[in-house]
Nanobody, 124 residues
């Protein structure tokens, strides 16, 4: 079992930057691909970014490409999502998740472990 706890969310203005973190416990995340997802009010949860075991491969949703950066520190058992040039449409609850599959995925059904989420609100 992997326990995931997100932190770092908050209320920020459009155009600013924010970094959210995901701390894992129970098992080392070096055995897992890691992903970030978000859910806006009234909408379904959607893929944001994913990173492979060793960090060599990353995927991003088109809506965040060039603005968000996913990274990981396996020694600290932590995954990060650096968000820049934030927009009001980036508002939502941000979840991190762990995927034990061999291949890196953006589909949520491949991710077995989920955190409780952290709220990010971007004001205009």
């Amino acid at each position: 079992q992997v326990q995931l706890v997100e932190s770092g969310g908050g209320l920020v203005q459009a155009g600013s930057s924010l970094t959210v973190s995901c701390a894992a416990s129970g098992r080392t995340i070096s055995n897992y691909h890691m992903g970030w997802f978000r859910q806006a009010p009234g909408k379904e949860r959607e893929f944001v970014a994913a990173i492979s075991w060793g960090g060599g491969t990353t995927y991003y949703a088109d809506s965040v490409k060039g603005r968000f950066t996913i990274s990981r520190n396996n020694a600290k058992n932590t995954v990060y999502l650096e968000m820049a040039s934030l927009k009001p449409e980036d508002t939502g609850v941000y979840y991190c998740a762990a995927d034990p599959s061999l291949l890196l995925h953006y589909r949520q059904d491949h991710y077995d472990y989920w955190g409780q989420g952290t709220q990010v609100t971007v004001s205009s």
